[in-house]
């Protein structure tokens, strides 16, 4: 991936043979100055080094949206911060970062602590070494002491006891030590469906610069087997469009509260921010988000809903960063060396030569099905939001939860694969956040470790919530096999749940439930396995 004479290059200035002060290295998801240990001196005291890999771009079928997003945002900011004032060394290699900062003739080099758990093992014979000197990442809201005060270094881990020690250190939504409206959360006042009303904003669309036009031609080269497609004038790729895509999510706050849990097929967002891809490259600051947030007039519902899901995303860096990335964990575990999450197919391009065990509370062993990579299983709801996946590289939390992660569950998945599929295709996941989420959350992979109980429903709730039973094939009421799929989990696994007192009346409804239901459960979930197992790629 060579940048030759591009668009890019010409207009980036050749800073080698500048001598400041210190070289600081910034990684892919460290776009922002704030996070220089420098800030306060000259910015000419300070180079910042910045590296593409090719490497790294390909160690996984990473979504060319994705891949679009980092390397667009990536160069933007080579050049904004050039403009600060500070020299930049902008490294393009087909190796990895820790090899390409080995051949730097830079005796010391300053980085920032990654927050991928993945990059700092990658870094840290560096470390160990003296050629790097690491520094605290001060893009974060808490520090990992509070998390330990209140919920210690072993699981189980909760998220509102930490969430109420987040209030209370931090005095944000509370009178005095009373939260503000009465109640830590309101959550049970965001779950309206929606039904058209309030309008829905229209999607943002950016200017395509000529480096993204520039980017998209690099990505469709160099990873053209990758799933997806790229469109950059619908992410922000500079500081002007994140500063734009703020203003955005800000101005439709106060409708997010009420629908934070409502899908559509009539709208892919609703009032969601969008930010959380910015975020976690640190285009936006989460302190400035969440000031932000704290600035607007809204219901308190909605800001409630947003501080809540800000803190959420500190809770499970800690919750990563303390278990090791599970590995800590003392339970059942399975044994993956697939990990393309199935993208290629029955191709042995991504398999492990050390293949390594992971949490499977439930020991869920199917493959995940091609359907979440074609959007062809032939249930509605499934195969919109896999398609607005394939398509934007995105959908909200509740798609991700209730649907993806859902259905997948019911099939017995491996959560592996599909922590990986979510790896992959989502533009806003990174290890630290897609794996507490998808193995603690979307799954029952990590037991009651992060979560009291699976999320798993039938089609009641899918219905309810959102529009896409009403151009399915299948009646929710009648025939929608997820019901069926829903019930023979719970019949299934019923010996695992015994001991969890949030099971007993689902436990209870499913002894209940007539043998020759359980039988057409047990058959419907033998036929979705099948039909949807049989991994033939159709794009």
């Known amino acids: ?32 100055l704030e996070l220089n240990p420098w800030k306060e001196e000259p910015p000419e005291s300070t180079g910042i080094i910045l590296i593409e890999s090719v490497s790294k771009g390909k160690s996984r079928p990473y979504h060319k949206q994705k891949l679009g997003l980092i390397l667009a945002n990536m160069r933007s900011f080579a050049l904004e911060t050039q403009e600060k004032g500070h020299p930049v060394r902008y490294i393009n290699t087909k190796s990895s970062y820790s090899e390409a900062l080995e051949k730097l003739e830079i005796p010391l080099i300053h ?40 919920l210690g270094s072993n699981p189980p881990f909760r998220m509102d006891k930490f969430y109420r020690k987040f209030r209370k250190e931090t005095g944000i939504l509370m009178d005095e030590k009373t939260p503000i409206g009465g109640k830590y959360s309101f959550d049970s006042e965001n779950r309206m469906p929606w039904k058209g009303v309030p309008i829905a904003p229209e999607e943002q669309n ?14 469709n080269e160099i990873f053209y087997d990758h799933p997806g497609e790229i469109d950059l004038r619908k992410i922000p790729t500079n500081h002007e469009q994140a500063s734009q895509s703020l203003i955005f999510a800000l101005k439709h706050l106060p409708n997010f509260g009420p629908f934070e849990d409502a899908m559509s097929s009539n709208s892919k967002g609703l009032f969601h921010s969008r930010l959380a891809a910015l975020i976690n490259i640190h285009r936006i600051m989460p ?14 519902n909605s800001i409630e809903g947003f501080v809540r899901q800000l803190i ?38 991504r398999i492990s030569t050390n293949p390594e065990s992971h949490p499977n509370r439930l020991n869920q062993v199917n493959n995940l099905p091609m359907a979440y990579w074609n959007g062809d299983s032939g249930l509605h709801c499934l195969d919109t939001v896999v398609n607005s996946v394939l398509e934007d590289g995105w959908t909200h939390h509740i798609p991700r939860l209730m649907v993806l992660g859902n259905i997948a569950s019911l099939l017995d998945i491996n959560p592996r694969q599909l922590t990986d599929w979510f790896h992959a295709a989502f533009i806003d996941a990174y290890d630290w956040v897609v794996e507490p989420n998808v193995l603690g959350m979307g799954t029952f992979a990590l037991g009651e470790s992060m979560m009291t109980k699976p ?5 009641a709730y899918i219905n309810r919530m959102s529009d896409y039973c009403e151009q399915c094939q299948f009646n929710p009421k009648k025939d929608c096999p997820i019901t069926n799929l829903y019930w023979d989990f719970i019949s299934r696994h019923s010996n695992a749940f015994r001991s969890n007192h ?8 499913s002894e ?13 979930f033998q036929d979705w396995s099948r039909r949807l197992g049989s991994n033939q790629k159709c794009l």
């Open 312 to 349: 959420w995303r500190e809770y499970v860096k800690h919750v990563h960063d303390i278990t090791d990335g599970f590995r800590s964990i003392t339970m059942n575990k399975t044994t993956t060396a697939r990990r393309d999450a199935m993208w290629y197919g029955e191709s042995d391009r």
């Open 512 to 524: 209940r439930r007539d043998v020759t239901k359980k039988d057409e459960d047990a058959k419907v």
């Open 455 to 459: 999320y798993v429903s039938g089609a």
């Open 206 to 219: 950016f200017e395509l610069l000529d480096t993204d036009s520039e980017v998209e031609d690099l990505v």
């Open 287 to 300: 302190k400035k988000l969440m000031e932000s947030v704290l600035s607007v007039s809204a219901p308190m």
């Open 1 to 32: 991936m060579g940048l030759g004479s591009s668009v890019f290059v010409s207009k980036l200035r050749d800073d080698t043979a500048a001598q400041p002060k210190r070289w600081l290295y910034l990684l892919y998801d460290q776009l922002n």
């Open 111 to 150: 980085c920032v602590n990654p927050a991928e758990l993945s990059t700092r093992e990658e870094l840290e014979p560096l470390l160990v070494s003296g050629r790097l000197q690491q520094h605290p990442h001060t893009g974060w809201l808490t520090p990992r002491e509070w998390f330990i005060q209140e």
């Open 502 to 509: 949030r099971m007993s009346m689902p436990l209870r409804n």
